[in-house]
């Protein structure tokens, strides 16, 4: 068995560390030696948040270098395209069509990118682009945006068999309880491409 290489990328308050957490109890589940490392930017301010995770057999590192992932999950479209350079050829990106503009955008330094989800598909054909923010709002649980993509990863990557809704329910906030696991049947229903 390989080792997997995914780097999960978003912005502060978005749940990429909590979905790093439950994806890593998965791929245990699933016998998989995982090593996970988590990059904090100014995640409190929206800053940008990068976790790498590996799974697979002779995992000895949770590190990896540009153009060494498998797979890119962003949970904002601009953090898709500021970690692009992370994925391999032929590597997977599911990303989250969402656009959050930096403080910079809002305080009128810089101007948030244009056609970002044009350029994504332009750069890898077979990009998944999942609305997961839109989902989770009509489920009327923007929080639970993560476990929408997280659900969408796992039927992407076809990875069956641990009890993802129990994962959730026990790793997730207690108070949200129900609507995440609804917010991971959403991600489940998404059709994957990869």
């Known amino acids: ?26 791929l245990l589940a699933l016998g998989h030696e995982v090593k996970v490392s988590e990059i904090h930017g100014m995640s409190q301010r929206g800053g940008s948040v990068t ?30 395209l500021r970690h692009l350079p992370s994925l391999k050829p032929g ?8 656009e959050i503009p930096p403080i910079s955008v809002a305080a009128g330094q810089a101007e948030y990118p244009r056609g970002v989800i044009e350029e994504l598909r332009r750069l890898v054909p077979a990009a ?44 997730a906030p207690a108070k949200s309880r129900e609507l995440n696991l609804k917010a991971l049947a959403l991600g489940l229903d998404q059709e994957s491409v990869i």
């Open 51 to 80: 976790t790498q995770v590996r799974y697979g057999a002779g995992v000895y590192s949770p590190h990896f270098g540009l153009g060494d992932a498998d797979g890119l999950i962003a949970f904002e479209a601009a953090e898709a």
């Open 128 to 171: 998944q682009v999942v609305p997961a923010g839109r989902l989770a709002r009509e489920l009327g649980h923007p929080r639970g945006q993560n476990i929408v993509l997280l659900g969408a990863l796992v039927r992407a990557l076809d990875l069956s068999g641990p009890d993802w809704p129990a994962l959730v329910a026990e790793l």
């Open 1 to 26: 068995m390989s080792v997997t290489s995914l780097v999960l990328a978003g912005v502060g308050g978005q749940g990429t560390l909590l979905t790093s957490r439950i994806l890593a109890a998965g």
């Open 91 to 98: 590597g997977f990106l599911l990303t989250d069509d969402q």
